[in-house]
């Protein structure tokens, strides 16, 4: 249903109404470079470089890290950025022409899962490094004060909607900010690592550290991270990519922002600080690389700049979540206001969702190479790019995505069969693979074979499923009649 006195544009770009080519916002390059770059350059990203200096050869690591990114990358941008481009509408609506109206559930359901999750994560991460840093001002010693990491919480949060409730503009502009200062920060950063330890200790340091993994071992762990780093934006992508005007500023801005910039160079420079001085934890080596006083400052502006990421993940959230039918007749402010409760709740907890959450987004992410896979398929060789979009909106049998109930059941069973494929393959949790995995990885070859399976089964029933399909209303929808 639509708001009463609201500006149709307004609307458009604050719910999951499409988004007409006119009204798009992001007309630059840089647009949503800096955006998808805010999303990976928060301060898990230099967690990631800390794992990348375990697997043996931090060298190697570093080299299929980038790789994996790339591809992953672009695997994404094809399957769910373009769609949502070219229809103007978010990842779950997307997700309709191949899960059918109803089936798209699970996307909304990971959608908002990994988009709440990690904003939670992240601001669980942040109020403890702020605690840290206040009870280090303090020189004191012992038991941390809950009150702090819990008052942070919940200062962040009120930041995060306050600024969130504004609209994409200022999510935009904010993301202009921070995604760069978090760049110049690794720059400078990756400057002290040279000058302090020199190019060549830095090259002989990040080399082999454990000579039974060999090299296949250490590349394949870096391509599957960066391979998983990437498809982990799935979720995001669509919500963002509704607001680019110009499709010259789709694809690059998605893998140099989310990949190169934002994951690659800040993993990178943690890899070879964590390779060099042998600590992992973020805040402890810069503080010896940079000195107590400016390595707070820096940990500092590290901490803050997860405000960008925070308004983004909460944003994409907001317009997934009306897709809910009762939220989508709330205030915009309200619907954020919902998406953020249960972070003011988990504030006192912030251990406990560290150790807890992670895991269960860890298995989460599990779905994306079923999705993705299904996707890329369904929109370039089932669709060939002609996505019927008064359809996506039609919740009744005369749609042409409404499939068995309003499910398509074979890209479920597919979806459910890349995800076993890739935890046989591997367990991102406790990090075991199968003997395979050294040459192919797990997420390249689920995505792969995903596609070819949902490819052949519904290749046979494309005609059939047009041919059943009723007649609904041919103008672009401007209200919210229907919902998941």
């Not at 994996?68 to 695997?75: D, F, T």
């Not at 250490?218 to 919500?239: H, K, M, Q, T």
């Not at 619907?335 to 988990?346: E, F, K, R, S, T």
């Amino acid at each position: 249903m639509s708001h009463q006195n609201k500006d149709p544009l307004e609307e458009a770009l604050e719910g999951r109404l499409p988004v007409l080519p006119a009204e798009r916002i992001y007309q630059k390059y840089g647009a949503l470079l800096w955006t998808t770059a805010v999303l990976s350059a928060a301060s898990y990203a230099y967690l990631v470089g800390g794992a990348l200096a375990s697997f043996g050869n931090t060298r190697l690591s570093i080299a299929g890290y980038l790789v994996g990114l790339i591809a992953g990358e672009v695997v994404v941008a094809l399957a769910v950025g373009i769609p949502s481009y070219r229809s103007g509408v978010d990842t779950v609506d997307a997700a309709k022409s191949s899960l059918g109206t109803r089936g798209a559930a699970l996307v909304l359901l990971s959608v908002l899962a990994t988009c709440l999750g990690w904003a939670y994560v992240l601001v669980a991460m942040t109020a403890e490094g702020a605690g840290s840093l206040v009870q280090m001002a303090r020189g004191a010693a012992g038991a941390r004060e809950e009150w702090i990491v819990g008052g942070v919480s919940w200062l962040l949060l009120a930041i995060v909607w306050a600024l969130a409730k504004r609209g994409p503009a200022a999510m935009a502009r904010l993301s202009a900010i921070c995604a760069p200062g978090q760049i110049a920060i690794a720059v400078g950063l990756l400057g002290l690592l040279l000058y302090k330890y020199g190019a060549s200790a830095l090259w002989v340091k990040s080399g082999a550290s454990d000579p039974e993994a060999g090299r296949l071992l250490p590349i394949a762990f870096g391509v599957e991270l960066g391979f998983a780093n990437a498809l982990s934006v799935l979720p995001y992508l669509g919500g963002l990519t509704r607001l680019v005007r110009h499709r010259r500023h789709l694809v690059g801005p998605t893998v140099v922002g989310s990949g190169i910039v934002g994951a690659w160079l800040i993993a990178m420079v943690a890899a070879l600080a964590t390779a060099t001085s042998g600590e992992s934890e973020p805040a402890t080596w810069i503080l010896h690389l940079a000195g107590p006083m400016s390595g707070t400052v820096i940990v500092a502006f590290l901490l803050i700049a997860n405000i960008g990421t925070l308004v983004v993940q909460v944003y994409v959230a907001g317009v997934a979540a009306q897709q809910i039918r009762w939220m989508a007749g709330l205030p915009w402010k309200w619907v954020l206001a919902i998406a953020v409760a249960p972070g003011a709740i988990l504030a006192f907890k912030t251990r406990w969702l560290l150790g807890q959450v992670a895991t269960l987004l860890g298995y989460n992410g599990v779905m994306f190479v079923g999705m993705a896979g299904i996707m890329f398929a369904d929109y370039f060789l089932i669709q060939r790019q002609r996505v019927q979009v008064p359809h996506l909106f039609a919740s009744s049998a005369q749609g042409a995505y409404w499939y068995a109930g309003g499910v398509n059941w074979i890209a479920m069973s597919v979806i459910a069969g890349a995800g076993a494929l890739y935890l046989a393959m591997f367990n991102p949790i406790s990090m075991a693979v199968h003997p395979a995995f050294r040459f192919a990885g797990a997420g390249i070859p689920s995505v792969l074979l995903a596609a070819l399976v949902y490819w052949g089964a519904m290749s046979a029933k494309r005609r059939s499923m047009i041919s059943r399909a009723g007649p609904v209303k041919t103008q672009m929808p401007r209200t919210l009649e229907v919902g998941i």
